[in-house]
């Protein structure tokens, strides 16, 4: 996958996102009124394919088969071993952590409100951060909250701090940070950020610092952990971490259907016969009657539609198609661990 950041950020734009405080919450208007073509919303039927077209394809998700050939490999983390990435599933809720190009570890995370979405495409990390201090940025937010003013530095010892115990930056205020509650994952809850459970984020972040040898040690990020003194991990290498707002993958030989909450108009006809040609999948027994119905499945975030390939080609979509949670009994269980 190739993902262009001039593609989401012209200059003019550049310039007011750099003046914005690299630890405080997107503003509203870096995540809805930006000029970048990411946030825009094409609503007449006749744009839904250009729209498409320029947006979408490049920024499909890691997992399709269209990349692992219908396989992922998954391994165990290796301390030393440098060549790690992130990848951002937003309608999956899921954020994966990579290395040597193998799945090591998925964590289930909460993201952008709808007003304040979640940029698109590839972003970089360049620190790791235990007990961040939080600047509020001038935004209208912000002046909902008492006894908080934009550019106050409020520290992590703090009660209105909220990012919590960790916070990754990902650079123009974006970042991944700790969930205020269990409930945040699989739900629209941030102003542009990725939200971890805090024992998951704990986990990241030391595979993240282990991976890249970074100058930091166990008895320091434990020290962290117990009190609220900040440590700083930077990391000799940016780390990539690529998000994509794909609502139509082929995973393991199975369709997958997420909401499009978002409404960014993804779960389109044209979109999905791309998706199942570009996979190899033999559609001739499908009309469009029947794609659209798929389509059409998923009603809420939390849902979505799945039938394996095999059923698609035999003309059995609808029959054998099912709705499932988008985060499984696996996630629930482990929210509900989380919340006691």
Known sequence: MIFNRQTWFGWPLLGLLLLCVASAVPLRAQSRDSSSEE???????????????????????????????????????????????????VPAFRLT??????????????????????????????????????????????????????????????ARNPLGKVKIPLGYSYLIHQAAKPTDLGNLVSHGCVRMLRSDLYDLAEKIVAARSAPVTPAQIARAKRTKRTLVAQLDEPLIV???????????GVLHIYYDFYDRHTNILTRLRDELKSSGVDITRVDDATLEQMLARPKRRDQMFVVSVESIEAGRALEDGRIVPVIGRAGVKAKRKAAK
């Open 39 to 89: 946030s825009r919303i094409v609503t007449g039927d006749a744009n839904r394919d250009t729209h498409y077209t320029r947006l979408n394809r490049n920024f499909e998700s890691a997992r399709s088969d269209k990349f692992t050939g219908g396989r992922i490999e998954r391994a165990e983390f290796e301390p030393g071993q440098p060549d790690i990435h992130i990848t951002v599933d």
């Open 242 to 252: 690529n998000i994509n707002y794909d609502t139509q993958v082929i995973e393991g």
């Open 97 to 158: 952590l990579w290395q040597n190009d193998r799945e090591v570890k998925t964590y289930r995370i909460g993201v952008g409100l709808k007003a304040f979405p979640i940029i698109i495409g590839q972003r970089e990390a360049t620190e790791v951060i235990w007990n961040p201090t939080w600047i509020p940025p001038d935004s209208d937010w912000v002046g909902e909250r008492k006894g908080i003013r934009p550019g106050q530095v409020i520290k992590a010892s703090d």
